[in-house]
């Protein structure tokens, strides 16, 4: 018999001299220790190590704020608002309600309006008309992720938009991003307030003065056009498209020291961006959706890229010029200005920030000046009595010039004129804005984060503030003034009111009392039989068909 070996030379780990085979293992152990600690300590290995982990991390960041954003935002603020008395329709997971929007404005805006009427709110809002009747006049709509409180109670408007607590919100900025990027129409905080400060003196009264030649120059030269076509026996013309260029040639050469026909490039391609940044606002929902590499997005930076070429050429040239001697200033025009508050204290503008400011002031000083002259040319086509009694005044103060600064405010029939040509057909049909902090509105509280949106054409066209008459053309409500022809005088907002008032509205009156006295002065006008009406909103409020008018020099 073998003997029976103890127990404790059988177990005890460091008695390597009674067992071969345990010396073995031990070793072996140590070898795969040693490789183990070669491998980790690999200079590859510990990057490919960390790439793991930090994109482990990543995932896990990025999972949290989908959550929060898709998830628990959105339960949150239904929530909120619902324990105040507010509720809306239900958002679908990340596109919110976007889809039942653009539906509905579709259906509304795929054919003509079946008569001439301005009741046009149900065909440019729908989804706020159908709402407001479900749910009343306070609801929350989902913008994708966004969370918007349609706001329609004039004193709750009045101390938003005279509060500093709001501005514009990413989801437009986003949208806009390639537009207009962040100049003073989409900044925020102390940038806007900046940028507030540089564009402002641009438009003040005295600067104001010296536009109206400019203004004359330019419309005269229209005008002529207008001649010749009727001297050759076409006497149908679309108003529309020669405003827009007229708009183009005045902004350009009063505040931007530069042609139309050197300007050209920038408004054509603004226009093409202009409808394609419009279609993108339907995609915002979608994280990331402005890097995918799609030929919708391919064509938007394209655009982008000749808009700011073609800006960064006029503004080299306006600093050249200063550089090299040619000129001691840069200008009195709103570049110059801008370029003048880059060499003095404070803030300055970066190359980005300069193009973004002039993409918003070619914008605007053209788009919605153009629009303004458009629609008015159209009411007053159809109106006959009003057309008569704006020409008489404008005869009777003006004679046979064109008018003066001075003559302008005088043109009171004219200025009633274009108040209700900006109440029925305001180029901006909404007016959004967005809280930075928590904040009360009225009864309501409203955590950061949370938009506000104003229904304006709804409001201009409502029958409790401006009377059972509020579809109809009637200038005579602006007799004594804004404030009396509303209920109220948050019910007239063209330009927006408050801090963000537009800064550019006198420029903006001024150059359509211009244009339009001398319009009338040498010209009758009705509306053509091939004038379809059919408004539709491409950011802002356009006639999809334009507006044919058939002329008659007096």
């Not at 004193?155 to 390639?178: A, T």
């Not at 391609?269 to 915002?284: A, F, H, M, P």
């Not at 550019?504 to 010209?523: D, N, P, W």
Request: proline share 5%; aromatic share 10%.
């Amino acid at each position: 018999m073998h003997p029976v070996p103890q127990l404790s030379t059988l177990y005890n780990p460091l008695n390597f001299s009674t067992s071969q085979n345990t010396s073995s293992l031990f070793t072996s152990l140590s070898l795969q220790a040693r490789c183990a600690l070669r491998f980790a300590m690999d200079p590859v290995h510990i990057l490919l190590a960390s790439l793991i982990l930090v994109m482990a991390l990543m995932t896990v960041w990025a999972a949290t704020h989908f959550f929060i954003a898709y998830v628990w935002w959105p339960r949150r603020i239904r929530r909120l608002m619902e324990r105040q008395g507010v509720s809306g329709p239900p958002p679908a997971f990340m596109v919110g309600n976007l889809m039942e929007m653009t539906k509905l404005r579709d259906q509304e805006t795929v054919n003509d309006m079946g008569c001439f009427t301005h009741d046009i709110a149900h065909r440019i809002l729908p989804h706020y008309i159908y709402n407001s009747q479900t749910y009343g006049k306070q609801f929350v709509m989902w913008w994708g992720v966004e969370p918007r409180l349609a706001v329609y109670q004039p004193e709750l408007i009045k101390e938003m938009l005279y509060s500093h607590s709001y501005g514009k919100s990413e989801l437009q900025q986003k949208g806009n991003k390639d537009f207009i990027g962040k100049g003073v129409l989409m900044a925020n905080g102390e940038e806007w307030a900046h940028q507030r400060r540089v564009v402002a003196p641009a438009f003040r009264i005295e600067k104001l003065k010296g536009h109206v030649n400019y203004m004359v120059e330019c419309t005269s030269r229209m005008l002529d056009e207008f001649e010749r076509i009727v001297r050759s026996g076409s006497e149908e013309i679309e108003i529309g498209e020669h405003l827009c260029k007229l708009a183009a040639d005045i902004i350009a050469r009063t505040e931007f020291g530069s042609s139309y026909e050197k300007g050209k490039k920038i408004f054509q391609q603004l226009n093409s961006l202009q409808k394609l940044s419009s279609k993108s606002g339907r995609y915002l929902w979608l994280p990331g959706n402005s890097f995918l590499p799609t030929s919708f997005n391919r064509e938007i930076k394209k655009r982008k890229q000749q808009v700011e070429s073609a800006l960064m050429e006029i503004i080299r040239a306006r600093r050249d010029s200063v550089h090299v001697g040619r000129c001691t200033s840069y200008g009195n025009d709103l570049l110059g200005l801008i370029l003048s508050s880059n060499d003095g204290e404070g803030v300055s503008l970066t190359n980005q920030q300069l193009m973004d400011e002039c993409k918003t002031f070619f914008f605007t000083g053209q788009e919605t000046t153009s629009l303004l002259m458009t629609w008015t040319i159209m009411l007053l086509a159809s109106s006959p009595h009003w057309q008569e009694k704006a020409r008489a005044e404008i005869l009777e103060i003006c004679q046979d010039s064109p008018p003066s600064f001075a003559d302008l405010p005088k043109l009171k029939i004219l200025g009633m004129i274009l108040n209700e040509s900006l109440r029925l057909y305001t180029p901006a049909s909404i007016l959004p804005r967005q809280a930075f902090e928590d904040v009360k509105l009225g009864e309501l509280e409203l955590p950061k984060g949370m938009s506000v949106w104003i229904p304006v054409l709804a409001i201009h066209h409502s029958k409790e503030l401006w009377g059972e008459d509020a579809n109809e053309f009637n200038p005579q409500r602006f007799a004594e003034g804004v404030h009396k022809a509303c209920k109220h005088q948050m019910g007239f907002l063209p330009f927006s009111t408050g801090p963000r008032t537009c800064v550019g509205q006198s420029f903006a009156i001024m150059e359509a009392k211009v244009v339009l006295a001398m319009i009338l002065s040498r010209f009758r006008f009705t509306l053509s039989p091939n004038y379809r009406h059919a408004p539709v909103c491409v950011l802002t409020l356009q006639p999809k068909h334009g507006v044919q008018i058939i002329l008659e020099h007096l």
